[in-house]
């Protein structure tokens, strides 16, 4: 098979679903690590921001390659950020979850998926009642903390990593409550990365062509200048969905 015809049929579309903000020092990152995706990697992209609010609309990420909901909870929308998921979920359209992106990955997979329509975020939702709350305040939080990762051998997240241990950077308050789990990973959601205390920090979801999700935030490790795997797996997987045949 010649070059000419593996080639994506037009220049992939990332779909960053947030609500940019020069505060937020992963959005900041962005267009840098989208640089150096071209130079460093030869993967050339284009990346639109839609704002939580603009994701409400059906089909908002539809026709993309890719998409990938930042950090920067808590959300304008929260049903817009839910709303960019589910489509990417159901669509079969490469999936990236960094920090609120994971918690809100957890959240739709819940709601839509496990039937677990009351599951809560509780920086959304503080009046939520405890055992509604999926997403919950960290024992501990991990603002501008670093730590180990043990990944699961065989998964997606070691097959990007390369590795079976990591170090990652994060910048959240909040992280999955461990009740709910064991109903998510009865429908299908694999847990496969956890740090040294046994707590969850990475997801994916085996039936999708691509959908992982983290806690921690890929998009800050070093300096910006070398996109880290998870962030180069996702643009791959962008380049491989534009092969498809539209």
């Known amino acids: 098979m010649n070059q ?11 779909a960053l679903v947030g609500d940019r903000s020069p505060h937020v020092k992963s959005h900041v990152r962005i267009p840098s690590l989208f640089d150096a995706l071209t130079e460093r990697d030869g993967l050339v992209l284009d990346a639109y921001w839609i704002p939580t609010g603009d994701a409400e609309a059906p089909g908002a990420v539809k026709g993309f390659d890719a998409v990938w909901v930042l950090p920067g909870s808590p959300y304008e929308s929260e049903e817009g950020a839910l709303a960019a998921i589910r489509t990417a979920r159901e669509d079969g359209i490469p999936f990236l979850g960094t920090c609120g992106g994971f918690q809100h990955a957890l959240l739709e997979f819940a709601r839509d998926v496990c039937g677990l329509t009351a599951a809560a975020h509780a920086e959304n939702d503080p009046s939520a009642a405890d055992d509604d709350l999926l997403i919950a305040p960290l024992a501990c939080s991990l603002v501008g903390h670093e730590g180990a990762v043990r990944v699961t051998p ?3 997240a070691e097959s990007v990593l390369g590795a079976e241990r990591t170090t990652e950077r994060y910048h959240c308050d909040y992280g999955p409550d461990s009740r709910h789990l064991d109903t998510l990973r009865a429908h299908g959601l694999r847990f496969t990365g956890e740090d040294e205390d046994g707590q969850v920090r990475i997801a994916e979801l085996p039936s999708h062509p691509f959908f992982l999700t983290t806690l921690f935030q890929p998009e800050l490790a070093g300096d910006g200048s070398r996109p880290h795997p998870i962030v180069r797996a996702l643009a791959q997987a962008a380049t491989d969905h534009a092969r498809r045949p539209r």
Not at 4 to 14: E, I, L, W, Y
């Open 4 to 14: 000419a015809s593996t080639a994506p049929t037009h220049t992939p579309r990332v």
């Open 154 to 156: 065989g998964s997606l």
